[in-house]
T-cell receptor
Framework: GQSLEQPSEVTAVEGAIVQINCTYQ??????LSWYQQHDGGAPTFLSY????GLEETGRFSSFLSRSDSYGYLLLQELQMKDSASYFC??????????????FGKGTKLSVKP | EAQVTQNPRYLITVTGKKLTVTCSQN?????MSWYRQDPGLGLRQIYY???????DKGDVPEGYKVSRKEKRNFPLILESPSPNQTSLYFC????????????FGPGTRLTVT
């Protein structure tokens, strides 16, 4: 089977840095995506890693290590508006299922003043 | 404005009464997908479509049907809804093969009594 593991909850203070980890177990791999979802809202795309290394987009960065089947999302200079759930997602790669996208269960980030 | 729209946004229905949730995108995307979101389970893919007339099952397709007769529309059909299909449903589209960056609709909250 295929699965993704991420912590269920993380708490941090405003201005701090937080890292949300994601480990995956898949039979193939095309890349790791990250999405943000505020309460009552729809998921929105944050970043994508197809190759090893760090991708930076403003205050958010995402890292991937394919050899370790591991990635993380790094949020810097935390703001109250970053309080949300964060999901990692991978695509199944077996023939005939190339559009199958699997999400982790999500990490609820709470940012405290 | 580029967007994915879903209708209805809220629906309360009774067991066994057929219903359709519509999804439409105005971005000329090839890939479209349906997800359900339940507390503690994250987003789970129901069906996806790589292009017109091409659909495939996701992880939880039982009890659902879809069709893709036009590029912009991807309706979700519940032929005989049951209470275990009470959930928050999201439609999404992508300009590529669906992994990289998905654009989500606002969601449809369905209650089956």
């Amino acid at each position: 089977g295929q699965s993704l593991e991420q912590p269920s909850e993380v708490t941090a203070v405003e201005g701090a840095i937080v890292q949300i980890n994601c480990t995956y177990q898949t039979s193939g791999f095309y890349g790791l995506s990250w999405y943000q979802q505020h309460d009552g809202g729809a998921p929105t795309f944050l970043s994508y890693n197809a190759l090893d290394g760090l991708e930076e987009t403003g205050r958010f960065s995402s890292f991937l290590s394919r050899s370790d089947s591991y990635g993380y999302l790094l949020l810097q200079e935390l703001q109250m508006k970053d309080s949300a759930s964060y999901f990692c997602a991978v695509r199944a790669s077996e023939k005939g299922s190339q559009g199958n996208l699997i999400f982790g269960k999500g990490t609820k980030l709470s940012v405290k003043p | 404005e580029a967007q994915v729209t879903q209708n209805p946004r809220y629906l309360i229905t009774v067991t066994g009464k057929k219903l359709t949730v519509t999804c439409s995108q105005n971005m000329n995307h090839e890939y479209m997908s349906w997800y359900r979101q339940d507390p503690g389970l994250g987003l789970r893919q129901i069906y996806y479509s790589m292009n017109v007339e091409v659909t495939d099952k996701g992880d939880v397709p039982e009890g659902y049907k879809v069709s893709r007769k036009e590029k912009r529309n991807f309706p979700l059909i519940l032929e005989s809804p049951s209470p275990n299909q009470t959930s928050l449903y999201f439609c999404a589209s992508s300009p590529w093969d669906g992994v990289y960056e998905q654009y989500f609709g606002p969601g449809t909250r369905l209650t089956v009594t």
